[in-house]
Antibody, heavy 120, light 107 residues
């Protein structure tokens, strides 16, 4: 069974750094693209970007390019999303999701979400 | 980037109603259009990919159609569990984008 398990909720202050994780299991972690999706409170879904854990190739949305960094550690089947300096506007739920077959572009598998709260 | 516009943003409906949600792309995306359902506090759930392919386990009252720039998601007879927010997502471009969402609410 394919599973994506995300790290727990975080409460941070503006300017702090953060790295959240998404651990995949039940499939070959290096063979499928993983995407990250932001959902601000009461708002819609925003596609942030994707990473291919096999070679760590990434594609970012222009809205998030330079604002976050996606990475992956093949040895522990885990993808990461990180910020170097958080802003209050980063407060949101963040989901990781796995694409179906290679470059299918759609996401049948989702993590449970990580709630990030940034407040002074 | 390809912009995805959904309408309406809110759709009051009753159980048994036929419901249609529209999604329009800012440029042609062929059939690279996917639909998700999201309920409060839950992760999105993929309903349809490639404009009209129903995911396994999704009830047959859900259907999708369209190609190019205009797409529709139809629920033939709305059930109580269908009150939720629906999103379209394009995968034509390597930079995927979601529509703004349509909330189907109780009339």
């Amino acid at each position: 069974e394919v599973q994506l398990v995300q790290s727990g909720a975080e409460v941070k202050k503006p300017g702090e750094s953060l790295k959240i994780s998404c651990k995949g299991s039940g499939y070959s972690f290096t063979s499928y693209w993983i995407g990250w999706v932001r959902q601000m409170p009461g708002k819609g879904l925003e596609w942030m970007g994707i990473i291919f854990p096999g070679d760590s190739a990434t594609t970012y949305s222009p809205s998030f390019q330079g604002q976050v960094t996606m990475s992956a550690d093949k040895s522990i089947s885990t993808a990461y999303l990180q910020w170097s300096s958080l802003k209050a506007s980063d407060t949101a739920m963040y989901y990781c999701a796995r694409q179906d077959h290679d470059s299918s572009g759609y996401y049948p598998y989702w993590g449970q979400g990580t709630l990030v709260t940034v407040s002074s | 980037d390809i912009q995805m516009t959904q309408s309406p943003s809110s759709l009051p409906a009753s159980v048994g109603d036929r419901v249609t949600i529209t999604c329009r792309a800012s440029q042609s995306i062929s059939s690279y259009l996917n639909w998700y359902q999201q309920k409060p506090g839950k992760a999105p759930n993929l309903l349809i990919n490639a404009a009209s392919t129903l995911q396994s386990g999704v009830p047959s009252r859900f259907s999708g159609s369209g190609s190019g720039t205009d797409f529709t998601l139809t629920i033939s007879s709305l059930q109580p569990e269908d009150f939720a927010t629906y999103y379209c997502q394009q995968s034509y471009s390597s930079r995927h984008t979601f529509g703004g969402g349509t909330t189907v609410e109780i009339k």
